[in-house]
């Protein structure tokens, strides 16, 4: 079962948080699990630090399970520092959700009705596994030196930011990394989940599974002109950017 962090003004430290859910399972209600009742750890107290955990889920790979979320944010100043979080398809979720569903009961979970609130994370010196989609959600959040390993082909970040948002997912000095038996070209850094959806990446390391496009759409027929991906002085065998489409915005310091 999900384990819920409600209260606020908390330091929660050396702790292992360890779930099995995944979204093709059947709830006792009948219906499946779906993605947002997947969660290992759910956190939507406020003021609260979260040092050296371990939070994962390891109910598999999402061509066989299906979503399977290890920690859930959805809560004011949350600091995620020295943690592992280990998952495959949706291993970490930063809300709010979108505004709108796209499939009947997409949304089915804890916060499926409430507001979408705007909210901001921070992330130090983490390490985040993971294969589909594995950071994905419309908060703004700051990874300052995390790395970012992917277990299979599939992407690393799946934003929503809303519209009015100015800021979504940031990395600053990370590790874009990759497992042994994950095969070169395999990963894009990120694909929007909704049109507003914003990504930047400053001065990052990115491994040989990083697709020499870089970045792609959600859909091949999905407009990109609100989308909005930044890359700033990549480095490693992923970052040759003679291939990353038009609408990336690639710097370069000389």
């Known amino acids: 079962m999900t384990k819920y962090i409600s209260n606020e003004h908390q330091i929660i430290k050396n702790e292992t948080y360890t779930g099995k859910l995944s979204a093709h399972l059947i709830h006792e209600d009948g219906k499946p699990y779906h993605t947002f009742r997947t969660s290992t750890l759910l956190i939507d107290g406020n003021d609260i630090i979260l040092d050296n955990c371990l939070i994962e889920n390891t109910a598999g790979k999402g061509k066989d399970v299906g979503q399977a979320i290890a920690l859930y944010l959805d809560g004011d100043d949350i600091v995620v520092k020295n943690c592992k979080i280990i998952g495959h398809q949706d291993t970490l979720f930063l809300a709010p959700l979108p505004e709108k569903e796209r499939e009947v009961d997409g949304f089915l979970g804890p916060k499926q009705f409430t507001p979408r609130t705007k909210r901001t994370f921070k992330f130090e010196n983490c ?34 930011t ?12 990370c590790k874009f990394t990759c497992k042994d038996e994950v095969e070169d070209e395999s990963c894009y850094i990120a694909r929007p989940w909704r049109d507003y959806a914003k990504v930047t990446i400053n001065n990052c390391y990115l491994d040989r599974h990083i697709n020499k496009k870089g970045w792609i759409g959600w859909r091949q027929d999905e407009p990109l002109e609100t989308t909005k991906f930044k ?22 310091d000389i």
């Open 231 to 252: 890359e700033v002085n990549s480095y490693g065998p992923g970052s040759d950017d003679n291939s990353r489409p038009s609408w990336v915005e690639v710097v370069r």
């Open 162 to 173: 809303p519209k009015d948002v100015e800021v979504g997912f940031v990395c600053n000095n």
């Open 127 to 160: 390490y985040i596994e993971g294969g589909v989609d594995f950071v994905f959600g419309g908060a703004t959040a700051y990874f300052d030196n995390c790395e970012f390993c992917s277990n299979e082909k599939g992407y690393v970040f799946a934003p929503n």
